[in-house]
């Protein structure tokens, strides 16, 4: 018995043992102080070109992995989003962003 149970042991903590021991991890927790323009964020993408995307509450939002950079229809601009809050985002083929709203679906240019 006291074999079985010894064995049981060393088999629950050979995984463990095998564990690497150096896997600590650094998060970086990014709000409105650090240049994200509104807390609620809706989705999350990476461009072909390796730049982040955020759709949030407040247009969306590009990081460079160093700043963030803010886009969002304005008044008198032509752009027919009638709000900045997007609720959805898809990454298109031609490397536009898919951009949802309330009003529907509208693409976005990065290029432009």
Known sequence: MKRQLLTITLCLALPCAAEPTD???????????????????TQVLQADDGM???????GLDRFDGYSFENFKSQAGDGCPMA??????????????????NDNGWFAFSPQT
Do not use: K
């Not at 896997?23 to 964020?41: C, F, I, K, P």
């Open 23 to 41: 896997t600590a991890s650094v998060v970086t927790r990014y709000d409105e102080d650090s240049g994200l323009s509104q807390w609620h964020v």
């Open 52 to 58: 982040m995307w955020f759709s949030t509450w407040n």
């Open 83 to 100: 709000t900045a809050r997007i609720r959805d985002m898809r990454l298109d083929a031609d490397g536009s962003i898919l951009c949802r």
